[in-house]
C-alpha cells in the first residue's frame, strides 16, 4: 500500500490512539505517522487467499494471524501494519498492536517495494522472535524469503515455479504451493 507524505510528528502511544479515531490506517515511522493507500486486487487477493490457507495450521498451533488491520511495533517503536503476520507469544487481549511475531509476508507493489526491501526488512530483523520474512510479489511468481538462522545470521532465497519449493513457514505446519498462493491470478 502506497505511503503518502508524513502527517505529523507524534508518540507511539498518541499514534495509537489517533489510529482509534482515524478512518484511514497510518504506518509510524521515527516519530511521524504516513497514511496507507490501497492495493491492487492481486494484493488483496493474495494476502487473503494466505490468510485462508494458514488460519487452521495457525489455530493448531496456537498462534494468532493477523492480516493488514494490526500494528506491528518494532523494538525501535515504530508500527507497520504488515499484509499478514502470525504470532505465538502474545495472548488476544484486545491490544490495537503486537511485538513478536514468527513471521511476516508483505505483498509487495511498486510503490511500497523499496520500503518493504530496504526499512522493513531491516526493522523486522531487529525483532528476536522474528524466524522469516516473506516478500511476495504480485506482479509474477515469485515468493522471497529472510530465514533467521541459529546462528542469528539471515539466509536468502527465492521460490520460483521452475524449483517446485513450496514455502514452508516457521511455527506452523503447512507447506505452501506456489500454485495455492497464486490460484486466480492472472499475469
Not at 494484493?43 to 496456537?62: C, P, Q, S, T, W
Not at 491490544?95 to 514468527?102: D, G, I, N, V
Not at 523486522?124 to 511468481?141: D, E, G, H
Amino acid at each position: 500500500m502506497p505511503r503518502a507524505n508524513p502527517v505529523q510528528q507524534t508518540t507511539f502511544e498518541q499514534y495509537l490512539e489517533s489510529e482509534k479515531r482515524s478512518e484511514i490506517r497510518h504506518e509510524f515511522v521515527d516519530g511521524y505517522t504516513f497514511a496507507m493507500a490501497g492495493g491492487s486486487d492481486h494484493h488483496n487477493r493474495i494476502a487473503g487467499r494466505l490468510y485462508r490457507l494458514v488460519f487452521d495450521a495457525a489455530e493448531e498451533a496456537g498462534c494468532d494471524l493477523f492480516i493488514n488491520d494490526m500494528v506491528l511495533k518494532t523494538p525501535s517503536d515504530k508500527g507497520y501494519y504488515p499484509d499478514l503476520f502470525l504470532t505465538c507469544q502474545e495472548n488476544s487481549d484486545g491490544s490495537r498492536f503486537k511485538r513478536f511475531p514468527c513471521w511476516v509476508v508483505e505483498v509487495l507493489s511498486e510503490s511500497t517495494e523499496s520500503i518493504d526491501r530496504g526499512e522493513k526488512l531491516h526493522s523486522y530483523k531487529t525483532i528476536p522472535t522474528l524466524k522469516a520474512y516473506v516478500l511476495i510479489s504480485q506482479n509474477q511468481r515469485l515468493v522471497e524469503v529472510y530465514s533467521r538462522l541459529d546462528d542469528s545470521s539471515w539466509r536468502y532465497e527465492t521460490l520460483e515455479p521452475a524449483d517446485g519449493k513450496p514455502l514452508k513457514l516457521p511455527c506452523i505446519n503447512r507447506p505452501l504451493s506456489l500454485d495455492e498462493i497464486y490460484k486466480g491470478i492472472e499475469f
